[in-house]
């Protein structure tokens, strides 16, 4: 079993920037990727960025890319996911999940363990 948690949200206007952090604890040497999504009200979850936990190879959607950077540091099993320039349109409920994983996936069943998730509101 593997748990996660977010923290770093918050409300930002504009151009400002964010860092979400996932903490990972429990059975970590089970997955190899770990995931950011997001989901704005009523619709459903979309992809935001992957990174291969061991690799470190990053892929992003095409939305946050140049803007938002995934990284991670295994030594302290937290990932970040670096949120800059921000838009109100990135305005969204954050989500880290772990998937047990060795090809780049984006999809959210691929993942079988999710946070609980961290509200970010971006004015304009």
């Known amino acids: 079993q593997v748990q996660l948690v977010e923290s770093g949200g918050g409300l930002v206007q504009s151009g400002e920037s964010l860092r979400l952090s996932c903490a990972a604890s429990g059975k970590t040497s089970n997955w190899y990727r770990l995931g950011w999504f997001r989901q704005h009200p009523g619709k459903e979850r979309e992809f935001v960025a992957t990174i291969s936990w061991w690799r470190g190879i990053e892929n992003y959607a095409d939305s946050v890319k140049g803007r938002f950077t995934i990284s991670r540091d295994t030594a302290k099993n937290t990932a970040y996911l670096r949120m800059n320039s921000l838009k109100p349109e990135d305005t969204a409920v954050y989500y880290c999940?772990?998937?047990?994983?060795?090809?780049?996936?984006?999809?959210?069943?691929?993942?079988?363990?999710w946070g609980q998730g961290t509200r970010v509101t971006v004015s304009s």
């Open positions: 999940a772990a998937a047990q994983k060795v090809a780049v996936v984006t999809t959210p069943r691929e993942y079988a363990y």
